[in-house]
């Protein structure tokens, strides 16, 4: 008798919302209201900087912080907001995932672009 399949578990639904009045993004799993990871932002006139990404205790190791990564960059294209990722673990997920570059207000190797209103 063969061992018994086991079926795939289905992963909860991340739920991701923009907070603009704390510059970031939070994502929780399912209907389980604790914050499970966030990424912070800076908005400029003309794009948005992604400066941390975190995942809570309890929640790595799930895949959490690349799907918020993937669900803000979705946001921002349909908002029409270029991103400049200066988070590691953000830069990192973009280095694999070349096929959201299109989002990018500049490509991932070049030189950091000025803020607006600074010399």
């Given at each position: 008798?063969?061992?018994?399949?086991?079926?795939?578990t289905?992963?909860?639904?991340?739920?991701?919302?923009?907070?603009?009045?704390e510059?970031?993004y939070?994502?929780?799993?399912?209907?389980?209201?604790?914050?499970?990871?966030?990424?912070?932002?800076?908005?400029s006139?003309?794009w948005?900087?992604?400066?941390?990404?975190?995942v809570?205790?309890g929640?790595?190791?799930q895949?959490v912080?690349?799907?918020?990564?993937?669900?803000?960059?979705?946001?921002?294209?349909?908002?029409?907001?270029?991103?400049?990722?200066?988070?590691?673990f953000?830069?990192?997920?973009?280095?694999?995932?070349?096929?959201?570059h299109?989002?990018l207000?500049?490509?991932l190797e070049?030189?950091?672009?000025d803020?607006?209103?600074?010399?």
């Amino acid at each position: 008798m063969s061992e018994p399949q086991q079926m795939p578990t289905k992963r909860p639904p991340l739920h991701v919302r923009d907070v603009p009045d704390e510059s970031r993004y939070e994502a929780r799993l399912g209907d389980d209201p604790t914050l499970a990871a966030l990424i912070d932002y800076r908005l400029s006139e003309r794009w948005i900087v992604l400066t941390h990404t975190e995942v809570r205790e309890g929640f790595e190791g799930q895949g959490v912080g690349s799907r918020l990564v993937r669900a803000v960059l979705e946001d921002l294209r349909e908002r029409g907001i270029p991103v400049v990722p200066r988070c590691p673990f953000a830069v990192g997920w973009l280095q694999r995932h070349p096929e959201q570059h299109d989002v990018l207000f500049r490509p991932l190797e070049a030189p950091e672009p000025d803020e607006p209103g600074t010399a």
